[in-house]
C-alpha cells in the first residue's frame, strides 16, 4: 500500500507540485515547537513573497482610548494601519467613523458580523431577518471601503438549524450567492469564517470554507483563517492558509491558549508556521486583532505589535 501510494505521487504529481507538498509538510513539522527561524517556506524569495506584506489591524476595543480619535491616535503610533469594526447599527454610525479616519493613515479592514437571525435557521422569517441586516451591513461597508463583512453560518447555540447535508450546504451556497452579488456591486465581499466546534460546529476549518468558496464561484464571496480557531482545529497553520489559497480575505489572531493579547500566553504564542503560509500566499491584506488582554494595554498592545513584526520576519 506504501509502495502504491509513492509510486502515484512519483507519476501523478509534476516536480514542482511535490516540491510544495514536501516543503509544507516539512515546515507544518518543523514549526510545531520553536519558534526560531527554520528553512521551509520561501526563504523570503520568489514573488509571492516579495508582494507579501504584514497589515495589522485593531478591533474597536484593542487599543486604549475613550473615543475613537484616541484609539486611532494610539494605532497610528504602533504603525497600526487597519480597523475592524462591528456590524451592528454601522449605517448609524458611518459620519463618526469617517470623521475619525479623515486623514489618517489608518482603512478599514473587515466589518465583524453585527446581522441578526442567522442564515441556516429553519424559520424562514430568521433567514430573511439575517439576509436584511446583512444587506444594511455590506451597503455601509462599501462606503468605508472594506474589505469585506465576516459572517458565521450558525452559531452553535443558534436553534433550531438546517441538518449536516448536501442539500443545506446547496442552499447555503445559494445564499451566499446572493449576498456575494450585493457586495461585489458595493465593491466589497462577504467572508466566511471558521469557527472552533465550540463555537460553531458547522464550519470548522479554512479549507471547508475555501471549497464553498469554490463552489460558489463569485467574486465577492471570499473565507478568513482565525489563529485562535484554528488552535484547535487545524492540523498544521501553514497547510489551513494555504488550503485558502485566492480566497483568503482576512485573518484573525490572539493568543493560543486563552485568546489574549499574542504574546501573554508566552511560547505558545507562535505564529512563524502560519506567517510562512501567509507569505507563501503572497498575503497583503489584514490580520486583526480579536482578542481580550490580561494586562495594561497601553503596554501589552505594543508589546503584542512588536512580537507579530518580529515572527513576520522570521517566517
Keep these: 500500500m506504501a509502495s502504491d ?3 502515484f505521487l512519483k507519476t501523478g504529481l509534476s516536480g514542482a507540485a511535490l516540491a510544495a ?8 513539522s518543523s514549526n510545531k515547537t520553536s519558534a526560531g527561524k527554520e528553512e521551509g517556506c520561501c526563504g523570503g524569495q520568489g514573488d509571492c513573497c516579495k508582494n507579501a506584506e504584514l497589515k495589522i489591524s485593531f478591533q474597536e476595543g484593542t487599543a486604549p482610548g475613550e473615543n475613537l480619535n484616541e484609539k486611532f491616535d494610539f494605532m497610528e503610533k504602533l504603525g497600526v494601519v487597519g480597523f475592524e469594526p462591528g456590524g ?3 449605517k448609524a454610525r458611518l459620519p463618526e467613523i469617517e470623521q475619525a479616519l479623515n486623514g489618517r493613515s489608518i482603512k478599514v479592514s473587515a466589518i465583524c458580523a453585527g446581522f441578526q437571525g442567522f442564515i441556516l435557521s429553519t ?3 430568521i433567514r430573511q431577518q439575517c439576509l436584511d441586516t446583512m444587506k444594511e451591513i455590506i451597503e455601509a461597508a462599501g462606503q468605508l471601503g472594506s474589505t469585506g463583512v465576516i459572517i458565521v453560518p450558525a452559531f452553535n447555540q443558534q436553534l433550531p438549524v438546517m441538518p449536516h447535508t448536501q442539500e443545506t450546504r446547496n442552499f447555503l451556497c445559494e445564499q451566499f450567492g446572493i449576498m456575494g452579488e450585493w457586495a461585489a456591486a458595493a465593491g466589497t465581499t462577504v467572508i466566511f469564517e471558521p469557527l472552533n466546534r465550540k463555537e460553531a460546529f458547522y464550519l470548522r476549518q479554512v479549507a471547508d470554507a475555501a471549497s464553498i468558496c469554490r463552489d460558489i464561484n463569485h467574486p465577492g464571496v471570499k473565507c478568513m483563517g482565525d489563529f485562535w480557531h484554528m488552535t484547535g482545529e487545524e492540523t498544521c497553520d501553514m497547510g489551513a492558509f494555504l488550503s485558502a489559497g485566492e480566497y483568503l480575505q482576512h485573518v484573525h489572531i490572539a493568543s493560543r491558549k486563552r485568546r489574549s493579547m499574542p504574546g501573554e500566553d508566552g511560547e505558545a504564542d507562535n505564529y512563524v508556521n502560519g506567517f510562512k503560509g501567509l507569505k507563501m500566499l503572497g498575503y497583503n491584506k489584514y490580520v486583526s486583532f480579536e482578542c481580550g ?5 497601553a503596554t501589552v498592545v505594543p508589546a503584542a505589535v512588536e512580537l507579530l513584526r518580529k515572527q513576520w520576519e522570521e517566517a
Excluded at 21 to 28: E, G, H, N, R, T
Excluded at 293 to 297: A, I, V
Aim: aromatic share 0%; hydrophobic share 35%.
Design 5 to 7: 501510494r509513492r509510486n
Design 88 to 90: 451592528r447599527n454601522l
Design 293 to 297: 488582554c490580561q494586562g495594561d494595554r
Design 123 to 125: 424559520d424562514a422569517a
Design 21 to 28: 507538498v514536501s516543503m509544507s509538510i516539512a515546515a507544518c
